[in-house]
């Protein structure tokens, strides 16, 4: 089987090796589809960590080909999707219910091998079942979505309220989404892409701007009345994070989502944050919320189907990932390892 293999900061290689067999709690899974995350470019740029000689990739579903002998509970043949993050159960963060800060934490695609290969090991525990008529595709959206279910519950939006999401991209998007099933009264969406304004639009946003509009802040003042209630940040650079910031009125909550690169900063005005009685948070992993996502994508309740999507193999991953090849307009890259008539 051929897998991409992260060599060091910088190094990819397309390698190829013998199919891995499960043990007794295993999976032995055929990828069908695994998203590129921004996380995974930050490891390639040496801006994130990752354990090296690893194949990456931690957005990913497939099905299952081989199962060790403790899986009775799937079956050969079925549809699963992966949550990568690995827990102990055992120290003091997981006994106190903060399993994302686990001492011992794994993660598929991160310090274990993940979903850029045609064939994947998936402990049992990491598995979650998907009905038959489930697309690959849009199931390798779990992972994102539940880290954006994080975010939301971080949120703690409230029905009525006014959110204000910073970057349109695929993590924008579906936090978007999600801010009106939890009951926003008025989505205002800032990107400096105008298809993704658009976009932004036809989800639900009721006023879209770009962050070199002139006179934004005041704009937003004036329809929010004064109360930008809830900002989620989705870009993960300083100028992003200060924006959101500025953005801010009197009892604003600020939600740092995005992922920002080793050393990325910025200045705080002490004193604005203490009269503006602030609440800024951030939020890391997707602690008990899988299997949320993988319900909405189920049901349906996001659309995720209207997401502009270039599917990619093993090879233009590697030259995507590398810089070597021209981005398109697509808003999110999955390697696909299916058939065209499989999707």
């Known amino acids: 089987m051929k897998a991409v293999l992260f060599k060091a900061p910088g190094i990819l290689d397309i390698i190829e090796r013998n199919l891995p067999v499960p043990k007794g709690d295993e999976l032995l899974i055929k990828i069908g ?3 590129i995350c ?14 090296l000689n690893t194949v990456l990739g931690h957005e990913f579903s497939g099905t299952i080909v081989e199962k060790g002998k403790g899986c009775s509970e799937f079956s050969i043949g079925e549809k699963i999707a992966v949550d990568p993050n690995i827990y102990c159960g055992k120290c003091s963060y997981c006994k106190n219910g903060q399993i994302h800060f686990c001492k011992n934490h794994r993660a598929l695609g991160v310090t274990e091998d993940g979903g850029f290969s045609e064939y994947t090991i998936v402990p049992l525990s990491q598995a979650y079942h998907l009905p038959k008529d489930i697309s690959l595709n849009l199931a390798a959206f779990a992972e994102p979505l539940s880290c954006c279910l994080r975010g939301i519950d971080r949120s703690e939006i409230k029905a009525g ?13 579906i936090m978007l989404q999600l801010s009106a099933i939890s009951g926003a009264a008025r989505l205002i969406m ?24 002139e006179n934004l802040l005041q704009t937003i003042k004036e329809l929010t009345n004064g109360s930008s209630d809830t900002i989620i940040e989705c870009v993960g650079n300083s100028s992003a994070a200060a924006l959101s910031i500025q953005i801010s009125n009197k009892g604003s909550k600020v939600i740092l989502f995005g992922l920002a690169p080793f050393n990325e900063s910025i200045k705080l005005n002490l004193q604005e944050i203490f009269k503006k009685g602030l609440t800024i948070k951030s939020s890391f992993l997707n602690p008990f ?12 309740k996001l659309q995720l189907e209207s997401f502009p999507v270039s599917l990619l193999s093993l090879e233009e991953i590697q030259e995507m990932i590398s ?21």
């Open 323 to 343: 810089n070597k090849v021209k981005k398109s307009k697509s808003l999110k890259y999955q390697f696909n390892n299916q058939k065209e008539e499989d999707l």
């Open 161 to 173: 309220e006014n959110v204000i999401i910073i970057g349109g991209g695929a993590i924008g998007l």
């Open 289 to 300: 919320t899988f299997g949320r996502a993988v319900e909405l994508i189920i049901n349906k």
């Open 38 to 51: 921004g996380t995974d470019l930050h490891i390639f740029n040496g801006e994130a960590s990752a354990k």
């Open 33 to 35: 589809a695994c998203g």
């Open 190 to 213: 800032i990107e400096p892409n105008e298809e993704r304004r658009i976009l932004a639009q036809r989800l639900g946003a009721q006023f879209v701007f770009s962050p070199d509009d």
